[in-house]
């Protein structure tokens, strides 16, 4: 299904022919990002990631946006908390253009010092920006909880003080260290020949392996009871992120994690979505999302609460953790369970950009890909046992944390009060 190589520089690449397909993605990614940085360069992974779309040796910003766009593609970047991505996705004929221009980013960008400086106040005001959001800023908030004082618990993005201080060398050292091609991976989907591309890629990178720092600290997880904080705000709905420590990318019950991120609130046919929404009203946002790093990971409750029902939203919250905790799901609600997690991947798979991503991060992470068939089999051998052994596991009492954004300036002990889970 998935054609991979390796070559002799350290660089990966693995690629999926794609032979309906009239697009092709491709995605260059850096086994870097967050994690790998300290306080004092807080973001520079981010930072770095933001000046390689403004010029190369060979391209300039505005040739590098014209020349994909003007084929009718599509290009972007992100940086999270372990990896960096450059990716495009356009009209099949175009590919060879998109690895030139993404790998002249990635090797040749020219990190000018007035690019540097335009973009320093350009993340200045993204940070304002997500601060001005709360429905954003509460994950921040979550993050310091879950992992305090760490790599993890510090926003991707970076701090004011930090930003601030990250100078040119420091972008250079940085990229020098992690920007390899033994710490890269090039994925590619859609209407296109493996052989063809590597041809490709050899001519363009080096062929010299290079030592490279690729290490992070492993995450602590010292949390003894619940942990709430409240962030003072004049908002008109209250905005709740509410998290556990969860599984890494390989432990073995990823999959029934999973499958109890769908039941409890993935969809309109949640648990949560249907009790806290439809019946009580509490709230017209609610769900649950999943977070996996390579050592640890990150189950969350989200939702954007009525002002005055903010009491009942989490008494009811909990109330939903602790009934799948206690009971086995039904086998209609499993059965269902596994076809939405299963139909949801296969849809993304239709799409070469998607395809190209899930390819991509899972041989940046794992040195495999599972495919569509591997996940069906891990699926159906999981029973209702194993949900309900997750929930017992991720929902204890001590291991709550709570992260509010509202105007709750008098209510912290009330609220804390509530957090019972035994």
Known sequence: MYEKSALNNGLKVI??????????????????GGRYESAENKGIAHFLEHLLFKGTKKYSCRQIKEEIEGKGGHLNGFT??????????LPSQYLNLALEILADMVLNPLLKDQDIEKERSVILEEIKMYKDQPQSYVYELLDALLWPNQALGEPVIGTFD???????????????????????IISACGYLKHKDLIKKIKKIFPSLRRQSINKFLPAQEKQTKPQLKIFP??????HLALGFHGFSRIHPLRFALGLLHVI??????????????????????????????????AFIVHAGIDN?????????????????KKELISQDEFRRAKEFYLGQLLLSLEDTLDHMLWIGESTA????????????????????????????YLFKEEKLNLALIGPLEDKSEEIFSQLKLN
């Not at 032979?19 to 260059?28: H, Y």
């Not at 999270?80 to 996705?89: A, G, I, P």
């Not at 201080?165 to 091609?181: A, M, S």
């Not at 705000?233 to 209250?238: A, L, P, S």
């Open 80 to 89: 999270s908390e372990e990896l960096t991505c450059y990716l495009v996705k």
């Open 308 to 324: 005055q029902k903010i009491n009942a939203a989490v008494d009811l919250i909990l109330k939903e953790l602790k009934k799948i």
């Open 365 to 392: 992470t794992l040195d495999r890909v599972y495919s569509y068939k591997d996940i069906l089999k891990e699926i159906n051998r999981l029973s209702r046992q194993d949900i309900k052994n997750v929930a017992q």
């Open 15 to 32: 690629t999926h022919f794609m032979p309906k397909a009239c697009s092709s993605s491709l995605g260059i990614w850096i086994k870097t």
């Open 162 to 184: 930090s930003v601030n201080k990250i100078k040119r060398e420091d972008l250079l050292k940085f990229k020098e260290n992690y920007y390899q091609p033994q710490n890269m």
């Open 264 to 297: 409890l609130g993935a969809n309109m046919s949640s648990r949560l979505f249907n009790e806290v929404r439809e019946k009580k009203g509490l709230a017209y946002e609610i769900g649950t999302g999943l977070k996996y790093f390579q050592d640890t990971g």
């Open 233 to 238: 705000k004049d908002t008109e709905q209250t």
